[in-house]
């Protein structure tokens, strides 16, 4: 069934506190040497030197030399925090419970993903009906000894007799694709390769996919991508044989994705040129006189996803005249604009999604990020407002048109996922698994807050904590955010978290402009030229916390992945006084150079580019790189990256830690942590993310003056 596809480049997570005038403040740190080069870069009449250029070569020896000398210094530092074994086996304790996924069905068999608490991968079962005996159907765990192979899809044909998975290695975004037969499990002998930003779009006994050529090994993990190709895969046949289907020879820089609807008539091509805008095709399969794909909706200006058809009519989630998006229905016999048909209205709150399933439509809206879901029937007439347990998120609702029956999660910060099924036709729910935990939900508490930004924007907090903490101004807090891409943040369990308020820490996120939160007009707001507005709103929320008497700026740390790397780079480096500790997480930290990298590209609808005078006016203002000054003082800092990010490549962090550690006046410690055999952070074994959470908590603890409870 078709969803909704963007190709958004976030991971994120978070941290907290810990211990300022002790062990660590007598062993002056000594970081590795690290050369300078004399390359200087000329925009638009201004030289920029780029000192750590030779840092991006990820293959050189001396790259790698340099990888190995400072992990041994962050390795050393983390070993003396005294407490980082107790938080080790804490979060371990935590986290052991089982967890499972919403169910769905394929046929006679219900499938599920369950975790039994410490697995390096969740395994994929499946039963006979609701009320069978389940058995293990595909366990990731087998692919390698350390887990970092990991499943990063699996569907099935139509017909359900066969099942192709996707595979992915050491957290890159490259993808392998494996068929096998669904119902005896046995490995048909074909692997798809270099596939990247794809999905499995059925037709028949086979499928279209989209890939690029096969890079060089050098440039595997680093090179730009460039004429992404849709094909399709005849299943039993070799990759060699497969047929091209679509290739933009003008446009290298083009994303294609295919998929069909769920009874595949209408293939549909989103084509993209970033992570914001895409043109609609579509052709229909069962019409031998449509030889070539038809323009279904022009870009790149919205946002529209084909979300199903009836009949010959698409069913269209878009943006387009809706800032807070809506539901269309386009005529495939008359696709003017002019013979749109509105089926699902713009509202005041967010709709983030709409899909088909039981031969309904479920509408999931965002108040405040918090979920509200409406079903309809296929012609937008409304049926009823379902109801939750609480305040929190909602995700679920997929099926077939045909199922009576679906599932969806409900979680919240402070409660984990518990599955629900639900009957499509009288709208109740009942609950099909509640998790079992080691901590009581009860004694925590999570609201939300508003505050009003530096320009009067309204920003909305989601402030979590253990019950009975004092607002005197002096409590550790962990300020986590994301702001870009449309992403929105809402509430969701981490048993990370929880453990730093169990130990008397306060967890905020806040909904920051540039993401989805209230629409595009709220992402527009933080994007391009307006970027700052962002930054504005992270470090406002910071002040609004001290003067609401939760912390103090010697007690917060501020967390963020990816573009919340950014947001916490240019943070600490614009207000370094305003918060104790900082960790970027796989940042886009070089704004001038970020789009010569892999997807990078991608993302210059939402930065811009140094290559635009305008843009690289507005970027070498608050590119992280770019703007530390010798001699301050910043937060001490713990980056963190992998070897095989693909989509943040490392060299953004390596160069930030190096121009930090020279830059920095020797207060604070600056530290880099680079993680082998990862990527972004999709896929990353259990065992490696409690090693990392140990080491992020235990560091920013330490330089927070907490002690372990």
């Not at 989601?462 to 929105?488: A, E, H, Q």
């Not at 391009?528 to 912390?551: C, H, M, P, S």
């Not at 953004?652 to 530290?671: E, R």
Request: include cysteine; hydrophobic fraction near 35%.
């Amino acid at each position: 069934m078709l969803g909704k596809y963007h190709i958004k480049y976030f991971l994120g997570i978070t941290m907290a506190s810990m211990m300022t005038g002790n062990l660590m403040a007598q062993k002056p740190l000594v970081y590795p040497s690290t050369a300078k080069v004399d390359t200087i870069d000329h925009y638009f009449g201004k030289d920029i030197a780029d000192p750590y250029r030779w840092l991006e070569d990820d293959n050189s020896e001396a790259t790698k030399a340099w990888v190995i000398a400072q992990n041994k210094v962050t390795d050393a530092y983390l070993a003396d925090i005294p407490y980082r074994d107790k938080i080790k086996a804490r979060l371990s304790e935590l986290l052991n419970f089982p967890r499972y996924s919403n169910p769905w069905r394929k046929g006679k068999y219900y499938y599920f993903f369950k975790n039994n608490g410490l697995q390096n991968q969740n395994v994929m079962y499946r039963q006979v009906g609701l009320d069978g005996t389940p058995e293990v159907y595909f366990d990731p765990n087998t692919l390698s000894a350390d887990g970092t192979m990991a499943l990063s899809g699996i569907s099935f044909t139509k017909d359900g007799k066969y099942c192709v998975y996707s595979v992915a290695k050491s957290g890159s975004d490259w993808q392998e694709y494996f068929i096998m037969d669904a119902e005896t499990k046995q490995l048909l002998p074909e692997k798809l390769e270099w596939i990247k930003f794809s999905g499995v779009a059925y037709k028949g006994h086979g499928f279209y996919y989209s890939r690029y050529d096969a890079p060089s090994e050098a440039q595997a993990l680093s090179g730009k991508n460039e004429f992404h190709k849709l094909y399709y895969h005849k299943i039993g046949t070799p990759q060699s044989d497969d047929q091209l289907v679509f290739v933009d020879k003008d446009h290298p820089l083009r994303n294609v994705y295919g998929a069909t609807t769920e009874d595949e008539r209408f293939l549909v091509l989103n084509l993209s040129e970033g992570t914001s805008g895409a043109e609609l095709y579509y052709k229909d399969l069962q019409n031998p006189s449509q030889s070539s794909f038809q323009l279904l909706v022009p870009g790149f200006k919205y946002d529209p996803s084909v979300v199903d058809n009836v009949g010959d009519h698409l069913l269209v989630y878009t943006n387009e005249d809706a800032p807070n998006y809506k539901l269309i229905s386009i005529d495939t016999k008359n696709s003017a604009k002019a013979a749109w048909k509105t089926v699902i209205p713009e509202a005041k709150e967010t709709l983030s999604g709409v899909q088909m399933s039981g031969g309904k439509l479920f509408a999931n809206y965002m108040k405040d990020a918090i979920s509200e879901v409406l079903q309809y029937d296929i012609n937008g007439k409304l049926e009823r407002k379902i109801d939750f347990p609480g305040v929190g998120t909602v995700s679920g609702f997929g099926g077939e048109k045909e199922d009576k029956t679906l599932f969806y999660t409900f979680t919240s910060y402070i409660a984990p996922a518990t599955v629900y099924k639900y009957n499509v036709a009288s709208g109740k729910s009942d609950i099909y698994h509640q998790p079992e935990v080691k901590f009581n939900p009860n004694d925590y508490e999570s609201k939300i807050e508003f505050f009003h930004s530096k320009d009067g924007t309204r920003v909305p907090v989601f402030i979590s904590y253990k019950k009975g903490i004092k607002k005197d101004g002096n409590n550790p807090l962990m300020l986590y955010g994301y702001g870009g891409f449309n992403i929105s943040l809402t509430p969701a369990f981490s048993t990370s978290n929880l453990f730093f308020m169990e130990q008397g820490g306060i967890y905020v996120v806040v909904g920051l402009r540039g993401g989805g939160e209230y629409g595009e007009a709220w992402h527009q707001a933080g994007m391009l030229g307006k970027k700052q507005n962002v930054f504005d709103d992270f470090i406002g929320a910071a002040e609004y916390l001290i003067k609401e008497k939760y912390t103090n700026a010697n007690k917060i740390a501020i967390r963020g992945g990816s573009n919340g790397g950014l947001l916490v780079g240019a943070c600490m480096t614009q207000r370094p006084d305003l918060f104790k500790v900082a960790i970027p997480q796989v940042g886009v930290l070089d704004m001038l150079r970020y789009q010569k990298f892999t997807i990078g590209w991608a993302w210059k609808v939402e930065y811009g580019s140094s290559e635009n005078e305008e843009q690289f006016n507005y970027l070498i203002k608050y590119s992280p790189l770019h703007n530390l000054k010798k001699g301050t003082k910043y937060p001490a800092t713990l980056i963190t990256t992998a070897d095989h990010d693909d989509r943040v490549v490392p060299a953004h962090s390596f160069k930030f830690a190096a121009a930090l550690q020279v830059a920095n006046d020797g207060t604070n410690p600056v530290l880099i942590r680079i993680e082998s055999k990862a990527g972004h952070g999709a896929g990353k074994p259990v065992s490696k993310v409690i090693e990392e959470s140990a080491d992020i908590w235990g560091f920013t603890m330490y330089n927070l003056g907490m002690t372990m409870k």
